[in-house]
């Protein structure tokens, strides 16, 4: 509809059954998006179902990290992260950067900060992909 009369349109907000997670089938995933804002999570996801990518998604910085250090993904999964994914409980804001460093140092090969901010910024990281907030398989 045309942008002027959207909000002739009515909309209707229904709460998910869950957070978007894995993709139906079992075994391992293709890809891992850590990302805090809810309509890159669903869009993500919507596209990964459409192409059949296994897809685990996580809103929690924490909760990717506890499944990455006990083991849950192999070292070349595919990891998409948000540069910026909020405050931990002392009010210090969570980089996916820093998350990527950390990742990097593990053996982890696959990592790219999915970010609206210049791949330029992130040049001191060589081995760090940098692209839009548009899912891979689009």
Do not use: C
Not at 59 to 73: C, I, K, N, S
Not at 83 to 93: A, H, I, Q, T, V
Not at 104 to 128: D, V, Y
């Amino acid at each position: 509809i045309p942008k002027g009369l959207a909000s002739l349109a009515p909309i209707t907000i229904q709460e998910s059954a869950g957070a978007p997670a894995t993709a139906a089938s079992p075994g391992p995933v293709d890809a891992v998006l850590v990302d805090d804002d809810i309509l890159v999570r669903l869009n993500w996801e919507a596209i990964a179902e459409l192409k059949g990518v296994k897809l685990k998604i996580f809103e929690d910085p924490a909760e990717f990290l506890a499944q990455a250090q006990a083991g849950q993904f192999p070292k070349e999964t595919a990891i998409y992260l948000d540069s910026e994914l909020g405050e931990d409980g002392n009010g210090k804001e969570i980089r996916g950067e820093d998350i990527a460093l950390d990742l990097h140092g593990k053996g982890f090969t696959k990592i790219t900060l999915e970010t609206g901010l210049m791949p330029e910024k992130f040049a001191h990281l060589p081995w760090l992909t940098v692209t839009d907030k548009d899912a891979p398989w689009s």
